[in-house]
């Protein structure tokens, strides 16, 4: 009865609203199942519409540029909602700010900054997700993170449809989390970034970007950082508790570990996601049986 309500109530988007979706391609792990509704809006007003409607009766998950999630290859029983091209949108306003739309990628508001003469942007370069999925856990890279740019968020509650700004002041962010709630889909942000030349902006770039191809692998199936760095039970770097716990050339299936750098997980074939989630969970094990850590996951799961 409610899938037929959606249904129904759809035929009157001009967005995209589809059923029976498969997710796979939509992630870099490219690993995932079918979603019973698919919706890409791309405009707030049709969003807005949704969620006041059904947004406290159907199980909704956003999905980003896909780079740090590991979906189920199984049915997911409601609506997979990823923003469009009109939420990528990022304009310039005085005194060095820039607001940028949740579903712009990382790059592409490293890139703008570069291009206005603007610092403090240059890390963004390195993450390869979105503006939404960046605030969701306070990304970051050498030394850097989105706190320490942030202006406010705008933000729609998934259950009501309501919109409304947070001021980051108002905002508490820890490594890799901030205590925003999940029942709030990020729209956009305002950010405060510096006047900078530009030639010292893309010296600072290409440094980072050079450091990041030297250890980290590129072009393969990952999720990015498969594991936060443990910085409350130890000094040690994530990647070498996992070195000196784990045989690196374990596997599961087509689920591997990165020879370039082992907190990097790898679908080397047609991997499913017991794969990997066997996988992450033989690391857990090892790290903790070995060192008495407990690591816990960067990477989204859904099971």
């Known amino acids: 009865m409610l899938d037929q309500e959606i249904l129904k109530f759809s035929k009157s988007f001009k967005s995209t609203f589809l059923s029976n979706y498969d997710l796979k391609k939509l992630n870099w792990f490219n690993i995932g199942g079918i979603t019973k509704f698919f919706f890409k809006p791309e405009n707030l007003d049709e969003l807005a519409q949704f969620l006041k409607n059904f ?34 949108n990022i304009s310039l306003l005085p005194n060095n700010i820039i607001v940028a739309g949740a579903g712009a990628t990382d790059k592409k508001l490293s890139d703008f900054a570069l291009n206005n003469s603007i ?29 320490d740019i942030l202006l ?14 947070i001021p980051s002041s108002q905002i508490k962010f820890g490594y890799r989390k901030s205590n925003i709630s999940k029942d709030y889909i990020y729209l956009s942000a305002s950010f405060k970034g510096k006047e900078k030349k530009k030639e010292e902006i893309e010296s600072e770039i290409n440094f980072m970007k050079n450091k990041k191809n030297m250890s980290q692998p590129s072009r393969i199936k990952t999720g990015g950082s498969t594991f936060k760095n443990p910085i409350d039970q130890t000094s040690e770097k994530v990647w070498e508790l996992i070195k000196k716990s784990v045989p690196l050339e374990t596997c599961f299936g087509k689920a591997s570990i990165s020879k370039k750098h082992c907190n990097f997980l790898v679908n080397t074939g047609n991997a499913s996601f017991e794969d990997m989630y066997k996988l992450i969970r033989f690391i857990e094990k090892n790290v903790k049986s070995k060192t008495g850590v ?4 960067e990477i989204e ?3």
Do not use: M, R, W
């Open 55 to 88: 947004g406290n009766k159907i199980n909704i998950f956003v999905l980003g540029a896909g780079s740090n999630i590991l979906l189920n290859d199984k049915l997911f029983d409601g609506v997979v909602i990823k923003l469009g091209k009109n939420f990528s």
């Open 119 to 147: 610092g403090g942007f240059e890390f963004l370069s390195c993450i390869p997700g979105t503006v939404g999925g960046g605030l969701k856990i306070n990304s970051g890279c050498y030394g850097n993170e989105f706190k």
């Open 152 to 165: 406010s968020v705008q933000i729609i509650d998934k259950k009501s449809g309501l919109i409304k700004t």
């Open 294 to 297: 407990i690591l816990e996951t």
């Open 301 to 303: 799961i859904i099971k």
